[in-house]
């Protein structure tokens, strides 16, 4: 009996192998579409995983098919653009006779073509639960730091890496196994078939690209159909968003996506929302270049030092509604200017420096701090307290290359960079740098030579401790949570550090003719199922330090209105180009009698703009869409709007348009 089943079972394995998959007919181009299906079928496969995995918010929507059938479409898009090589090069070997050559050459691409396409898929997951969206502009930005990205992602993420890597490693094993068994084909068909069908394979391909017979292909924007963003990216696949971030980096006017404004109105609606008189404006040749007359008179302006807390939004500060974490920081609200309503611009450290430095507002564009028209006479605080006499450093506890914030720093305005190298015997170092405790023990010692040096001073000190993969020394803190490296555990020892920090500043000589400000950056995982989640935005804020009297702001803030504020406090009388708000002179809060500017903050979600005026917000999307919303600030959620006001519609345009301008025309410097 076993003897029969033997060769039956031979048999059998011998017809299957015998079998070809019916495309192979297809002569040269079975590799095309070969490479179409495969690509297809695991793509979508992705998509689905991923839909499952965020179900919750997905099932909301009711739109599972149109997702479905809406990826199918970018997908063929995507494969399309990595197949048109192939098949535009393939008369070229046809014409010369190699078309062997042609059969490795295009097998090898579409192969690395789509190990590189899962590899984004791969990576997908952790990334969604980083950053609540697919791989975007910001994955394109980390790949520019390799050293520091495997430091975190081995640190913090080896079972991931791991995983990826086996899954990966499988992948690419098959695929190429697979796509060597495509050579054999590319002399089944004769020279004459193979360029009749030339050009039908190149307008398939072409309408596949462009999947629209409209004027215009379609594009990101398409495939967005809800107001959760995070939704919206899991239509596309990873390859087609990080596409995009790659086309659209070079096309860094890109407020225009929103629409546009005349020049002149564009001017007069940003100055009259800067809260200064029509009489300080000193330029037509530099639209916002302004005089700002301190509100606060002093015989000798106090120094400054600023500390941006990496990543520490307000749900980790209890007193403005979020977890009991952070006891140092929110015990500052009745010691100093604490500001009830503060909102970030941006999602990185990077748009945090940009607002808070630079006094700079948010585009679609990449920060300021890494662009090439601003690397030299860009206006910022450091620019404009130099000219008061001031020396800046810039104080940072891991490497100050990263995301060009030395040069950034150095071109405009400050003197000297401290970071890791600086640190000589540093008692923690993580993945981003030394810990918070080394990073303030420096800036404290260094502050205290800067105050025997009787020259005044502004310091930016930038902490790192609250960033994946979350590493702090051990026995500095009662964990809140188990494991240790939570981000929870995380911030309450960035509170802890800052804490010292503070404690240790108030005991020296420095303290009664400093000016410190305690701000953070960005929150950490800004996510939601909005289109732009503006609870994600608020952060914590206050002014401490000199002669500072304990007052509580309720109004809402932006992160640009610091800079002009602080100079106000400080003392210092300047010309600057800074578009934010000199708080001191704008405020209820502070005496101030009506008429006011109404209070306002701006956010710059992925390519979405908002505008944040009273609990009314106003999303800028691309293609020139706007859309109405009621801000909860207890609910923390956003309502659709029943009312639509245009005219804070065109502000917000204003308002966006004007930095790109700005920044494309290096109109945004100090008079010479």
Not at 463 to 484: V, Y
Request: charged share 20%; glycine share 6%; hydrophobic share 45%.
């Amino acid at each position: 009996m076993t003897t029969l089943v033997q060769p039956r079972f031979a048999v059998a394995i011998a017809t299957l192998r015998s079998i070809q998959w019916p495309i192979v007919r297809l002569g040269p181009y079975s590799c095309i579409l070969g490479f179409l299906l495969i690509g297809a079928a695991s793509l979508g496969l992705s998509r689905a995983v991923l839909i499952a995995w965020q179900w919750q918010r997905v099932d909301v929507t009711d739109s599972l098919w149109l997702m479905l059938l809406q990826g199918l479409r970018s997908d063929l898009m995507t494969l399309g653009y990595f197949a048109a090589p192939a098949v535009v090069a393939l008369p070229l070997f046809v014409a010369v006779k190699r078309l062997n050559w042609w059969s490795r050459l295009a097998t090898a691409w579409l192969s690395l073509s789509l190990i590189a396409i899962l590899l984004l898929e791969f990576a997908s997951p952790q990334f969604i639960a980083e950053y609540d969206s697919r791989p975007n502009r910001l994955f394109v930005e980390y790949l520019v730091y390799p050293r520091e990205v495997f430091a975190m992602l081995w640190t913090g993420y080896r079972g991931s890496l791991a995983m990826v890597v086996i899954g990966l490693g499988a992948a690419s094993w098959l695929i190429v196994r697979h796509f060597n068994k495509y050579r054999r084909c590319s002399n089944s068909w004769s020279t004459r078939a193979v360029l009749i069908a030339w050009p039908i394979v190149v307008l398939l391909l072409f309408v596949m690209i462009r999947s629209s017979f409209q004027h215009r292909p379609a594009n990101l924007a398409t495939f967005a159909f809800c107001d959760d963003a995070m939704v919206n990216s899991l239509v596309t696949n990873s390859a087609y968003s990080v596409l995009s971030a790659v086309y659209g980096l070079k096309h860094e006017g890109q407020s225009e996506i929103y629409g546009e404004m005349p020049a002149a109105e564009m001017i007069s609606r940003v100055r009259n929302g800067m809260g200064a008189s029509p009489q300080s404006f000193t330029s037509d040749q530099f639209p916002t270049l302004h005089k700002q007359v301190a509100s606060v008179r002093r015989e000798r302006p106090l120094n400054l030092v600023i500390v941006l807390e990496e990543s520490l939004g307000a749900g980790f500060v209890e007193q403005l509604g979020g977890l009991p974490i952070t006891p140092n920081i929110s015990g500052l609200a009745d010691q100093g200017i604490w500001f009830e309503q503060l909102y970030a611009t941006g999602t990185r450290s990077v748009r945090g420096i940009e607002a808070v430095v630079a006094g700079f507002p948010p585009t679609p564009a990449l920060s300021v701090v890494k662009l090439n028209k601003s690397q030299r006479d860009f206006a910022t605080l450091a620019s404009v307290l130099r000219r008061a006499g001031y020396r800046n450093e810039f104080v940072y506890g891991g490497e100050s290359h990263f995301d060009n914030m030395r040069g950034f720093f150095l071109g405009n305005g400050f003197h000297d960079v401290v970071d890791r190298k600086d640190f000589l015997a540093p008692k923690f170092v993580g993945s981003w740098g030394v810990s918070d405790e080394d990073l303030f023990q420096k800036a404290h010692e260094r502050l205290s030579r800067l105050h025997e040096s009787q020259q005044p001073f502004f310091m930016l000190v930038f902490s790192s401790t609250n960033h994946t993969p979350f590493e702090f020394p051990d026995g500095r803190i009662e964990l809140h949570e188990q494991p240790k490296q939570t981000v929870h555990n995380a911030v309450k020892y960035a509170d802890h550090a800052v804490g010292g920090f503070l404690k240790q500043a108030r005991a020296s000589k420095y303290w009664a003719d400093t000016l410190v400000m305690v701000v953070a950056d960005h929150d950490t995982r800004v996510y939601g199922d909005e289109l732009v989640p503006v609870n994600k935005f608020h952060i914590p804020g206050v002014i401490l330090g000199a002669d500072t009297q304990p007052r509580r702001i309720d109004s809402t803030v932006s992160q640009i209105d610091l800079a002009p504020t602080l100079l106000s406090l400080m003392g210092v009388d300047s010309e600057h180009p800074l578009v934010g708000r000199d708080l001191t002179r704008t405020l209820p809060e502070f005496g101030n009698r009506e008429p006011l500017p109404v209070p306002r903050a701006m956010m710059q979600f992925d390519r979405n703009f908002a505008w944040l005026q009273g609990n009314q917000v106003t999303v800028l999307v691309p293609d020139g869409d706007v859309r109405y919303f009621t801000y909860d600030r207890r609910a923390k959620s956003l309502e659709p709007a029943q009312a639509h006001d245009s005219e804070i519609a065109r502000t917000a345009l204003a308002n966006v348009l004007m930095p790109a301008w700005l920044y494309r025309d290096q109109l945004y410097r100090l008079p010479n």
